[in-house]
């Protein structure tokens, strides 16, 4: 496991994260398909935290796109490095994240966040701003819509419908199983909303969320109860 400090000036208030955000959505590439679904490399990555001990733990776990076998994976910990403000969780995450990815053993391919990409009040949730920092094609599967509305898709699985703010459409509501409360599919960096949903698709072929998010959410569970033992 990787122990990961602070970042040297790092945003300590929230005006100072919101210009980050100003600065870096710019940079969000959009007018890429980005990798085609179950080839290559896919990686989960995901946080679990201990807030009493103010500490933070990452997880990423690298999955073969076709199989959806474990390739490989690293977890890092860290000190809590942002207060909770909602719109500005990214801060609090990022830099036990990328120690996680860094200590991959192989090249992570497509990054799945739990969590928003475009899907954000900023048009910057993680999975835009990891994509950003790291160069990496990254998506964002949530479980809930956070602000923004949706009509409810049809009940069989692949149905969706826009997630929308206002007239914009920011993301899909994608059902994975029939019946089931749908995810919630933003794009990050470099792929399309196309082509992410049908990632999303690929990555669930048993269960609502995908498996790149389940395997990650797990081990960061783990690893954060031998961190902090």
Known sequence: MTTVAIPAGWPATEEQARAVQD??????????????????????????????????????????????GVVAEATAVGQVSFPYVPGLLAFREIPTVLAALDALQCPPGLVVCDGYGLAHPRRFGLASHLGVLTGLPTIGVAKNPFTFTYEEPGTPRGSASPLLAGDEEVGRALRTRPGIKPVFVSVGHRVSLDTACAHTLALTPAYRLPETTRRADSLCRRALKEATL
């Open 23 to 68: 600065e870096l959505r710019g940079r969000v590439v959009r007018d890429e398909p980005g990798p085609p679904p179950g080839t290559g490399y896919v990686t989960g990555v995901d946080v679990a935290y201990d807030d009493e001990r103010d500490v933070v733990v990452a997880a990423a776990v690298v999955l073969d796109a076709a199989s959806l």
